[in-house]
């Protein structure tokens, strides 16, 4: 066999299984979002983006991503660095805080439950200090904000570690001749980390950030859980189309405005973090 096909042979199970199980649905989708009674029509997006509970729904899910991965990625930077700087218990660390990748998303969401609920054990713990006089209902209607709170906490300890991983990959792939270096110059831990670290972990950035952010948009579980229909967001809306009111059409066009909504960030978080030509790390 000619040397050259050899590339194309070995990617070709890859691009049969994206043509299967991505391209195919993907037109399907696209086909029940723009078809009207036979014919093509953008009267689903129309009543999607018209129906009430639409500029709702995408204000949550905007506020939930703006909240949650500004922290996840100060905390998944913070934890990177502690881990590639110990000497002893590296794996146990990085393996106890991975453990919620293990965790389903409405697992997460009922762990978080069984902590806000009304016989929970915030509750148990306020009554046990006298904080409070008898159990108070915080998933309720009446406190959006802490609703909001406990969907966000459970958010940052679920999905954290997806981009820690990724980040310690990173900062492992980074020579320890340029901390060295920097440390001679005098530069202080600050410095190493703001001028040899960041930029040189941007492509890691760029995974981590595109990635969480894609995933903050799709959230659906753990609201689901933790505010029912208190706090609609987007995936809920579409959950809701599809199964409860049983319209495929507005369903699909839900996916495809998310879908917009993912790749348009996507775009922006690759040309904030466009990584420089012949960079090697």
């Given amino acids: ?25 993907f037109i399907l989708v696209a086909q029940q979002a723009f078809s009207v009674d036979g014919g093509w029509s953008l009267k689903n997006f129309e009543d999607v983006i018209g129906y009430w509970k639409f500029p709702i729904s995408f204000q949550n899910t905007m506020l939930l991503a703006a909240a949650v991965v500004p922290v996840q990625l100060a905390l998944a930077l913070l934890m990177a660095t502690m881990v590639n700087r ?51 209902n915080f998933l309720s209607y009446q406190n959006p904000g802490i609703v909001f709170l406990a969907i966000a906490l459970a958010e940052i300890w679920r999905a954290t570690a997806i981009m820690l991983v990724i980040l310690v990959a990173g900062i492992g792939l980074i ?56 706090f609609p967001v987007l995936m809920g809306e579409t959950y809701a189309y599809q199964f409860d009111l049983l319209n495929n059409g507005a369903a699909a066009a839900m996916a495809l405005i998310i879908l917009a909504i993912s790749i348009a960030f996507t775009l922006i978080i690759m040309r904030a973090l466009r990584v420089p030509k012949g960079a090697t790390i």
Wanted: aromatic share 14%; proline share 7%.
């Fill in 86 to 136: 110990m000497k002893k218990g590296r794996d146990l660390i990085l393996y106890v805080w991975t453990i919620p990748l293990g965790i389903s998303d409405l697992a997460a969401g009922i762990i978080w439950l069984a902590i806000f609920e009304q016989s929970g054990f915030l509750n148990s713990m306020m009554q046990a200090v006298g904080a409070i006089d008898r159990p108070t």
């Fill in 175 to 230: 020579p320890k001749e340029y901390y060295e270096a920097a440390e001679v110059f005098g530069a202080s831990p600050w410095k190493r980390f703001t001028r040899v670290t960041l930029p040189l972990l941007r492509p890691s950035l760029q995974t981590a950030l595109v990635l969480r952010v894609i995933l903050a948009f799709e959230i659906f579980a753990v609201v689901a859980a933790l505010g029912g229909t208190l």
């Fill in 1 to 25: 066999m000619n040397a050259r096909y050899l590339p194309y042979l070995l990617i070709l199970p890859v691009t049969l299984f994206l043509c299967l199980f991505f391209l195919y649905p």
